[in-house]
């Protein structure tokens, strides 16, 4: 066999095969692997021959040639001198109009024209591209609920993106920050790299530069190293941005940022306080405070002791309803008026259910309305005594409640923060006469019946989580 | 930009270190000199296009070997279906098995000097004469003023020397 191999092999490397002669030399490769490895290896030494005509130590014309074998190889000289030279003609080339080559051939490494090369630490929320680290990705949509990833295009340009952060890949070139921070880093390969903003479109001439979108309109851009061209979105004003340099684009202005005056965004009460008013935190754990859940089902109110579970279930299984009864002490708050108030609860995941078999979900917070009826008790609480309570997974006393306020859940999300802050809330705590006022925590939206997933909330005995916790502004002592 | 500048030394640096294992990887599939060059050029292209999703610290050769294997196909694809030599099937093969004995044909190549060096003098120019510019088995064959049937089975026989020695001097140091 081997001398037909043999054969063959020289036939191939001279390029003087016949059909016959190439059909014979595929079967024996395809079937088998000695075959095959003898042909890889001749042509490997046809290969690395031709490879050696370049390299003056190999090939010594003289007889001289090194009779030690050589470990390795080394690059010739003049093919080195001409990937050198190769080089420095992409760079130029590159340099120019990287876009003219981003649409060419493509082997299945180039689909897409970015790369997610770092999302250590990284929760997403539902986009349209991957977000597995490595992955290569394409036109799409990546919302980072938390953490840094890192992306670096084709181009060289790298991003930062910092979550909470929703971002749009346009092409090669090109990407929208909707909302969140960006940190850009553009070499000189990615001169011209455009991020659009709500309110602003900011080419990179080569360089680094921070963006961060608020409120869906405005972009802060601030410049770290080089210079970047924003324009402004209304006017079509450009601003020229040098290092250090740092602009407010909103859709109607474009102002100097000086960011180290910028002060924490608060998204909740904690808007900055006037003379004379404080913040007061009252949380179930504090005093008086209370907080179970009950369940048409006597007995599955003791399925968690951590959590508060609510749950709006179909009619026909009423036994699975479950609402969450929260009494907060309002001692703190004598003599004093709330100006605005939050009441926050604390998901977790509960595991019982199927999260898919439940949309996205409405809850309402209702207040108790009849002060007679604060003094429930925590242990114990049933179904058929729970105050303002009425039949149905949903519905309360219309004549002992008044609805405070909604929130919601996205479908699946069984973690975060979720608040009621309304007029009516506070509304209702600057009524009471008695210092302290229950609450009732229902799901409006019910589940599909199939073992549907059943929410929690922390409760005041959950060991890392906070409780239901209500934050006032407050006037007067 | 340093950082820019740096980035590039990075990839003249790997693509140096590579280059000859490319050319021969590259020149193993498609078997004659004109056409490496040509999917050899693309493929450095290519790899400095995609370099920014290169991670740094990972394996260049296999990075690249990659890409080179795409832009083979490539080529392929462009030629004609009938002047291609070799099924798709077949290549593919090849790739396979040059890819998994990588470490043996690096370790061949390497012997090659010392194999050229034990070759009579007239034997090595026959080579060298083969594998220059524009060494086709005609243009050999006047130099030596032989027929080119008899070049043809001088240079047949000098690469199985050549490739006997290699596998022989493996053979013996693996045994050392």
Same mark, same amino acid.
């Given at each position: 066999m081997t001398d037909e191999l043999r054969t063959l092999c020289s036939a191939t490397v001279e390029g003087t095969l016949t059909p016959e002669q190439s059909r014979r030399l595929e079967e024996l490769v395809l079937a088998d692997p000695a075959a095959r490895r003898f042909v890889v290896e001749h042509l490997n030494l046809h290969a690395s021959l031709k490879w050696a005509t370049g390299d003056s130590t190999m090939m010594a014309r003289d007889g001289e040639a090194t009779s030690e074998p050589q470990p390795k190889a080394r690059p010739s000289k003049h093919r080195l001198v001409a990937s050198l030279g190769w080089v420095v003609a992409a760079c130029l080339l590159v340099g120019i109009g990287y876009g003219a080559y981003s649409g060419a051939d493509s082997p299945a490494e180039s689909r897409g024209f970015a790369k997610l090369t770092d999302a250590s630490g990284c929760k997403w929320e539902s986009g349209t591209l991957p977000t597995e680290p490595g992955a290569r990705l394409g036109v799409g949509r990546l919302r980072l609920a938390e953490g840094i990833a890192k992306l670096v295009f084709d181009n060289g340009a790298e991003l930062r993106l910092e979550g909470p952060a929703d971002l749009e890949l346009q092409d090669g070139n090109r990407c929208t920050l909707h909302a969140g921070r960006l940190v850009a880093r553009c070499p000189e390969s990615a001169r011209g790299f455009f991020v659009e903003t709500p309110s602003a479109s900011l080419k990179d001439l080569g360089t680094e530069f921070g963006v961060s979108v608020t409120d869906g309109k405005t972009s802060d851009v601030q410049v770290f190293e080089g210079r970047v061209d924003v324009t402004h979105g209304k006017t079509g004003r450009v601003e020229k941005l040098l290092t250090g340099r740092g602009m407010r684009f909103t859709p109607d202005s474009a102002t100097a940022l000086d960011p180290k005056s910028a002060g924490p965004r608060t998204?909740?009460? #904690?808007?900055s306080l006037l003379p004379g008013q404080r913040l007061v935190t009252i949380s179930t754990a504090a005093g008086r405070g209370k907080d179970t859940y009950v369940a048409g089902k006597p007995n599955l109110v003791h399925s968690s002791d951590v959590l508060l579970l609510v749950k709006c279930a179909q009619p026909h299984n009423s036994e699975y309803n479950r609402k969450a009864y929260v009494g907060l002490d309002l001692t703190q708050l004598a003599g004093a008026k709330a100006q605005s108030a939050t009441l926050t609860f604390t998901q977790a995941p509960? #595991?019982? #259910?199927?999260?898919?078999?439940?949309?996205?979900s409405t809850f309402t917070v209702y207040g108790?309305?009849?002060? !007679?009826?604060?003094?429930? !008790?925590?242990? #114990?609480?049933l179904w058929e005594n729970a105050p303002g309570n009425a039949s149905g997974g949903a519905r309360v006393n219309p004549t002992k409640t008044v609805k405070l306020g909604q929130f919601q859940v996205r479908q699946g999300v069984q973690v975060g923060v979720s608040s009621v802050s309304t007029p009516e809330l506070s509304e209702f705590l600057n009524t009471r006469k008695q210092p302290y006022a229950t609450f009732i925590l229902v799901r409006d939206t019910p589940g599909s019946g199939r073992n549907d997933y059943v929410h929690g909330f922390a409760s !005041?005995?959950?060991?890392?989580l906070p409780p239901p916790t209500l934050k006032l502004v407050v006037e007067g002592k | 930009m340093s950082d820019n500048a740096s980035r590039v030394d990075e990839f003249v640096r790997l693509l140096a270190q590579n280059q000859r294992r490319l050319f021969v990887y590259v020149h193993t599939l498609v078997m004659n000199h004109a056409d490496a060059e040509e999917v050899l050029q693309n493929t450095n292209l290519v790899l400095w296009r995609e370099f920014g999703t290169f991670e740094t610290g990972t394996n260049f050769a296999a990075w690249a070997c990659r890409v080179a294997f795409n832009q083979v196909m490539a080529w392929r694809k462009k030629r004609q279906r009938d002047r291609l030599q070799f099924s798709d099937d077949f290549l593919t093969a090849i790739a396979s098995e040059t890819h998994d004995a990588g470490d043996a044909l690096e370790e061949q190549t390497a012997a090659l000097a010392g194999c050229l060096a034990k070759l009579p003098t007239d034997q090595r120019e026959l080579i060298r004469l083969r594998y220059s510019e524009e060494g086709t088995i005609e243009a050999v064959a006047t130099r030596v003023k032989r027929t080119v049937e008899a070049t043809y089975r001088a240079l047949s026989r000098i690469r199985h020397t050549l490739h006997e020695c290699m596998t022989r001097t493996l053979a013996r140091e693996n045994r050392a």
């Open positions: 998204a909740d009460v #904690g808007t509960t #595991g019982m #259910g199927f999260a898919s078999e439940v949309p996205d108790l309305t009849d002060e !007679k009826l604060n003094d429930w !008790k925590e242990t #114990g609480l !005041k005995d959950h060991p890392t | -």
